[in-house]
Each structure stands twice: as structure tokens, then as C-alpha cells.
């Protein structure tokens, strides 16, 4: 109907204006404007029609609009995309502005540790507690200690004193703090002790003293050996010709064996070992109450060439001084040692230990017994030296060490320590916390 109606207007509408020729210019124009004007109004009349026939919601205008809604929220998500992106890019940036950040501490951290060490020489202002040495019953040890009494006092400005005693209760009471340094902590013989007290932190080791060392339970005289070129290994103790040779009134009919001191670790190690071999019913053991005990036996017996069996071991002065020979055992192992024993002993690692408190309050004496280098060649120098002059005690010793190897000791010491040391030397001083002998 409206179609229809359009087609009326159209039809009505004029084609050439009263007055004026079609053919004319003018008539012309109008004309044109005519056509225009009719097709303009043929076009709103066809869009009312189709809206008159369409239903109420027009499609075509939503599915513009739906596309349009899209091709915005797609601009949208491109946009945020790129946001993500670009958020992803700057937080990759700061994690690696922070790992490098981290590596960075890292350095400073472990520059820090080296620094630290540097630092420890510097002791904590204040009085300074006495540093109680555990004086081992043994030369080497006592001689060491010594030797650092005079320097932790003299260079350092701390008291000092000593705790005499045996392996095992001295060990407990440098776990305690009732001592605050070994000087000579002897491996594998306290292997079970000292692991067990590391795991604990009761202990601290700060280096080494004398270096490796041998030791055993089976040394005959060279002389000895030379009557008898075949006694070379444990098990010919089982033969009666050389089980005679070390029986003794004490022994009875089995071969008095020599063997560690009451106390230390080697008590126990020895016992093994001879239970390990099977010797148990050929030696007859004798513990002897102390180092000096068990080396004047074995010197007297040596001044008179008689057989003689026993522990020994490298750094001991007989060890130094005489001819000895170890008989052969079978070769240290692991598997060994911790269950029967029936082996050699390893060579022994000497350690200096100190309880864990000391590093806090005496960190420059700590520094110091880290440099520290008394090894097997020093000290047989120093047992050499003993020989020539046996009337020297072990604090004259150390003065006699001190005044003459300054280029070995200044290696352990700081400039302002050495020169405190070489004064009192000079004007003759001792320690004060020697004991008098």
C-alpha cells in the first residue's frame, strides 16, 4: 500500500515547471533536480516500506551493531595483550634486575667470609680470659704447648694455664670448656670420640700439628731383628722360638708386650688389634702409667740389647733417637679398622682443637694456631737438641726452640705479636702459666 502510494506522488509530481520550455536549459535542470528529488523520495518510501514489513528487531542493524561491539572488544583484547605482553616483558626485566641483584650479594656475602678471617685477628676489647692448654702426658704435646703458652702470652697479651692429664679425660673437658685448647688430637685413635663431638659442635679443628705419623704396637730393636732375620711380622709371634724371647717372670709363658698408656685411645686400639690377630693366647700385655714409663723401658732394655716389644710411634723420642724396626701386619682398611682391628694402624692426622667459645673472645689466638707449622722435621731437631743437653726440662726447651727459630714461629704470628715475643725473650722472661718442674 505504501508502495502504491509513493507511485501516486511520483506520478503527480510535474515534469516540466509552468512557463518554461522542457527543451529549454533551464527546463533541463529542472528536470534533473526533478528526477533527483523523485528518487529521493522513492528511496525513504522503499526504507519505510521494508521497515513497515520487517520484524521488530531489525538484523541487519544488530548484526552491524553485534560485529562492531566485537571488532571493539577484540581491539580491546588486542589491547590488553599487548598491556600483558609488555607487563610480562618489564616483570622478566626486574626478575633479571634481581637475580643479578642476588648474584650480587652472593659476591659481597663470600667476600665477607674472606674478610671475616682477616678480621678475627682482631681480639674484643676488655680484660682477657685466661686460655687453659690441655697438657697432654706425652713430649711432643707438652713441648707445644709450651712453645704457644709463650706466644699466646708474650705476643698476645692473654694469661694462660694448664690442665695435665690423659687423652680421654682431657678431650671431655675441651668439650666441656674446662680446657680451651689441644694441641695434639690424634686420628684415627680417637676417630669415634672426635666425629661423634664434631656432629655434637663441641669441638673445632683449627689446623694440624706435627703432620702424619706412624705408629704401632709391634716394634722390636734392629739389633733384635738382626739375630733373627725371620721375626718380621705379628703372626711369628705365635712360634714359640720367638715367644720365648720376650718371656718374663710377669708374662709367664707368653711374650710381655710393651703397650700404650693407661688412658690414652691406643689402650683400647692395641687390645684390639692383639685380639685380632689371635695373639691373645701368646702376648700378655702391660700398660704402662706414662710416656716417661713406657720410654725408659724400652731405653733400658735397648742400653742392654735385650729383646724388647712394644707401641711406639714416630714423633716419640725412642723413635727419634734409636734403631727400630715395625713388624708387618696386614694394610689399614675402613673395612678393617671399625670392626676387628686386626690391621695396621693408619698414619695418623695430628690436629689442634680448640672448644667452640674460644674463636668468640680470643679470635687473634684462633688466627694464629691456624698458621701454625711444628712438624715431624722441627721436632726432631728439638730431640736431637734434648739429647745433647738432658738436663733441659721441657720449658727450657721451648725457650731454647723459641730463641733460635724466630724465622719459623714469625710465620705464625702478627708483626705487633712477633715483637712483643722477641722482648721478652731478650730480657730473658718464661711464661707464667708454665708449671714448675
Not at 722441627?378 to 733441659?392: E, F, L, S
Request: hydrophobic share 40%.
Amino acid at each position: 500500500m505504501i508502495i502504491n502510494t509513493a507511485i501516486i506522488i511520483a506520478t503527480l509530481l510535474p515534469l516540466e515547471t509552468p512557463g518554461k520550455s522542457p527543451r529549454t536549459e533551464e527546463g533541463t535542470l529542472f528536470t534533473k533536480y526533478r528526477l533527483l528529488g523523485l528518487t529521493m523520495v522513492m528511496a525513504i518510501v522503499t526504507v519505510i516500506a521494508i521497515a513497515a514489513c520487517s520484524p521488530a528487531e531489525p538484523q541487519v542493524v544488530e548484526v552491524t551493531r553485534v560485529v562492531t561491539e566485537q571488532v571493539e572488544v577484540e581491539k580491546e583484547v588486542e589491547k590488553v595483550v599487548t598491556e600483558e605482553v609488555e607487563v610480562t616483558r618489564v616483570v622478566t626485566e626486574e626478575v633479571v634486575k634481581e637475580v643479578e641483584k642476588e648474584v650480587e650479594v652472593e659476591k659481597v656475602v663470600t667476600e665477607q667470609v674472606e674478610v671475616t678471617r682477616v678480621v678475627e685477628v682482631m681480639a674484643p676489647e676488655g680484660p682477657k680470659e685466661p686460655i687453659i692448654f690441655g697438657d697432654l702426658n706425652w713430649s711432643s704435646a707438652l713441648l707445644q704447648n709450651r712453645i704457644a703458652q709463650y706466644i699466646v702470652e708474650k705476643g698476645y697479651g692473654y694469661p694462660t694455664d694448664v690442665k695435665f692429664g690423659a687423652t680421654l679425660p682431657l678431650f671431655q673437658g675441651l668439650k666441656n670448656g674446662d680446657t680451651h685448647v689441644t694441641m695434639e688430637i690424634w686420628l684415627p685413635n680417637q676417630d669415634e670420640a672426635w666425629n661423634a663431638a664434631r656432629e655434637e659442635g663441641a669441638v673445632l679443628s683449627v689446623g694440624q700439628s706435627l703432620g702424619k705419623d706412624w705408629q704401632s704396637a709391634f716394634v722390636i730393636p734392629a739389633y733384635l731383628q738382626e739375630q733373627y732375620p725371620d721375626l718380621d711380622s705379628v703372626d711369628d709371634l705365635k712360634d714359640q722360638q720367638y715367644k720365648d724371647l720376650f718371656t718374663t717372670a710377669e708374662s709367664g709363658d707368653k711374650a710381655r708386650l710393651v703397650s700404650c698408656i693407661i688412658g690414652w685411645a691406643c689402650e683400647t686400639v692395641n687390645a684390639a688389634q692383639i685380639s685380632g690377630y689371635g695373639l691373645d693366647d701368646h702376648v700378655h700385655i702391660v700398660n704402662p702409667g706414662d710416656g716417661a714409663a713406657l720410654n725408659a723401658d724400652l731405653y733400658g732394655a735397648y742400653e742392654r740389647e735385650e729383646p724388647w716389644l712394644g707401641y711406639q710411634w714416630g714423633t716419640n723420642d725412642p723413635a727419634l733417637k734409636l734403631d727400630l724396626v715395625r713388624l708387618e701386619e696386614p694394610a689399614y682398611s675402613d673395612e678393617c679398622w671399625f670392626t676387628t682391628k686386626a690391621c695396621a694402624y693408619e698414619d695418623a692426622t695430628i690436629l689442634i682443637a680448640v672448644n667452640p667459645d674460644l674463636p668468640g673472645r680470643a679470635p687473634d689466638v684462633v688466627e694464629m694456631l691456624r698458621h701454625w707449622d711444628f712438624n715431624i722435621n722441627i721436632y726432631k731437631a728439638v730431640v736431637r737438641w734434648q739429647g745433647d743437653n738432658p738436663d733441659a726440662n721441657v720449658n727450657a726447651t721451648a725457650l731454647w726452640w723459641l730463641n733460635n727459630n724466630a724465622d719459623i714461629w714469625g710465620g705464625w704470628v702478627t708483626d705487633e705479636a712477633a715483637e712483643g715475643i722477641q722482648a721478652a725473650l731478650s730480657a730473658g722472661e718464661e711464661a707464667d702459666g708454665w708449671p714448675t718442674e
